[in-house]
């Protein structure tokens, strides 16, 4: 017998064995294995699905992370607009009331100012009328020192008196 050259023989034997190698496995081995597979295709199915729902979900995220962004800056924007309009407003009230005080410093000042010259005036013809009493009071005593110079004095006094 020759290795080479197949036998009818051997050959119907071989093919029976695997006929009932074939049959065995589908019977017991077959239906496990391709559960198995069927199991494992559905998990990595399950796990895409999810992982898409994940992608999904994160693009949602994303798109609800950048809405909030934007409101924030809309709102940190406003509140800096207010804020700038509240420091104008406190600046400019600051300024109206300091120019409303200095205004009413220099009326004040005016006012003392002027009233402090009036004064000065009246202490100066007070002093003017007190320096020209006593100068006419030398200047009558000079003139009615001897009574020739008193009955002069009458006399003009007389003729002004006639004449007015």
Same mark, same amino acid.
């Given at each position: 017998?020759?290795?080479i050259t197949?036998?009818?023989?051997?050959?119907?034997? %071989?093919t029976? @064995?695997?006929?009932?190698?074939?049959?065995i496995?589908?019977?017991?081995?077959?239906?496990?294995?391709l559960?198995?597979?069927?199991?494992? !295709?559905? &998990?990595?199915?399950? $796990?895409?699905? &999810? $992982?898409e729902?994940?992608?999904?979900?994160m %693009?949602?995220?994303?798109?609800d992370?950048?809405?909030?962004?934007q409101?924030?800056?809309? #709102?940190?924007?406003? /509140?800096l607009? !207010?804020?700038?309009?509240?420091?104008?407003? @406190?600046?400019?009230d600051?300024? *109206?009331?300091?120019q409303?005080?200095?205004?009413?410093?220099?009326?004040?000042?005016? @006012? *003392?100012?002027?009233? #402090?010259?009036?004064?000065?005036?009246? #202490?100066?013809k007070? %002093?003017?009328?007190?320096?020209?009493?006593? /100068?006419? #009071?030398k200047v009558v005593? !000079?003139?009615?020192s001897?009574?020739?110079k008193?009955?002069?004095l009458?006399?003009t006094?007389?003729?002004?008196?006639?004449?007015?």
């Amino acid at each position: 017998m020759d290795l080479i050259t197949p036998e009818v023989g051997l050959f119907f034997w %071989q093919t029976v @064995v695997f006929l009932v190698l074939i049959f065995i496995m589908a019977k017991f081995a077959w239906k496990p294995i391709l559960g198995a597979v069927k199991e494992r !295709e559905d &998990s990595i199915n399950n $796990a895409l699905a &999810s $992982a898409e729902e994940a992608r999904k979900e994160m %693009q949602n995220l994303q798109a609800d992370n950048e809405k909030l962004l934007q409101e924030a800056r809309v #709102e940190r924007d406003a /509140i800096l607009k !207010e804020a700038r309009e509240i420091k104008e407003k @406190v600046i400019n009230d600051a300024a *109206t009331e300091a120019q409303l005080k200095a205004n009413k410093i220099v009326a004040q000042a005016q @006012v *003392t100012i002027e009233n #402090e010259k009036n004064a000065a005036m009246a #202490e100066i013809k007070n %002093q003017v009328a007190t320096l020209s009493l006593q /100068i006419a #009071e030398k200047v009558v005593r !000079e003139e009615l020192s001897s009574k020739e110079k008193q009955h002069k004095l009458v006399e003009t006094m007389l003729e002004d008196v006639t004449l007015n």
